[in-house]
């Protein structure tokens, strides 16, 4: 799941959502329920069909959208068999197969490209971490928020090594590790 929060946007968050509604629809999502309260626009769209479900295949798109001019917080959700598709692939890989951890993957890209769109409606000056999808002002400030990635990347695959020295190499736990770092998410953040 992605969450932030936009201040300050010269775009009212009702004009986001039918953005949102239209990108879905192009690309061959039927929208399945729609809830619209005051300051809050609900959506969930599906792209169903046999060989979606048996292969695992992005299937579910949540987008809930709340505020009002000048001060929302937008949240996408796209999923797979009703699970986030941000799960690690080396768990598609154990469960599903081999085929299934590379449709999660595609899913989670669908999710980042959708973000991508939502985002450069809004503001397309803004930055986007394509690990976690949060956004910055500055590419300076995306530029420090990488480096942390990569310093917990390295961390995590040093505390690996042990382990993996253990076993012989690669065993179950050396795979475990090779999961996707981070994930969309997270409390949102306000720009």
Same mark, same amino acid.
């Given at each position: 799941?992605?969450?932030?929060?936009?201040? +300050? #946007?010269?775009? /009212?968050?009702? %004009?986001?959502?039918? #953005?949102?509604?239209?990108?879905?629809?192009?690309?061959?999502?039927?929208?399945?329920?729609? =809830?619209?309260?005051?300051?809050?626009?609900?959506?969930?769209?599906?792209?169903? /069909?046999?060989?979606?479900?048996?292969?695992?295949?992005?299937? =579910?798109? %949540?987008?809930?959208?709340?505020?009002?001019?000048?001060?929302?917080?937008?949240?996408?959700?796209?999923?797979?068999?009703?699970?986030?598709?941000?799960?690690?692939?080396?768990?598609?890989?154990? $469960?599903?197969?081999?085929? @299934?951890?590379?449709?999660?993957?595609?899913?989670?890209?669908?999710?980042?490209?959708?973000?991508? +769109?939502?985002?450069? =409606?809004? =503001?397309? $000056?803004?930055?986007?971490? %394509?690990?976690?999808?949060?956004?910055?002002? $500055?590419?300076?400030?995306?530029? *420090?928020?990488? #480096? @942390?990635?990569? *310093?917990? *990347?390295?961390?995590?695959? /040093?505390?690996?090594?042990?382990?993996?020295?253990?076993?012989?190499?690669? &065993?179950?736990?050396?795979?475990? &590790?090779? &999961?996707?770092?981070?994930?969309?998410?997270?409390?949102?953040?306000?720009?």
């Amino acid at each position: 799941m992605i969450r932030h929060g936009f201040v +300050e #946007k010269d775009i /009212s968050p009702e %004009d986001v959502y039918s #953005k949102v509604k239209e990108l879905l629809i192009g690309e061959g999502f039927k929208i399945t329920s729609e =809830d619209v309260k005051e300051g809050i626009w609900d959506l969930h769209a599906r792209k169903s /069909s046999a060989e979606r479900i048996v292969l695992g295949r992005i299937r =579910d798109v %949540d987008v809930v959208i709340a505020g009002s001019r000048g001060k929302f917080e937008v949240q996408l959700h796209a999923g797979i068999w009703g699970r986030d598709v941000a799960i690690p692939a080396i768990e598609g890989i154990a $469960t599903l197969g081999v085929a @299934t951890a590379a449709e999660l993957h595609s899913g989670h890209d669908f999710e980042k490209r959708l973000w991508r +769109e939502i985002v450069a =409606d809004i =503001d397309p $000056t803004l930055k986007i971490c %394509d690990i976690d999808g949060l956004l910055f002002k $500055t590419q300076a400030e995306l530029d *420090q928020h990488m #480096k @942390t990635h990569q *310093q917990q *990347q390295m961390m995590a695959q /040093s505390s690996m090594l042990g382990p993996m020295a253990m076993m012989g190499g690669f &065993g179950m736990m050396g795979m475990m &590790g090779m &999961g996707m770092m981070g994930g969309f998410g997270g409390p949102g953040l306000w720009i």
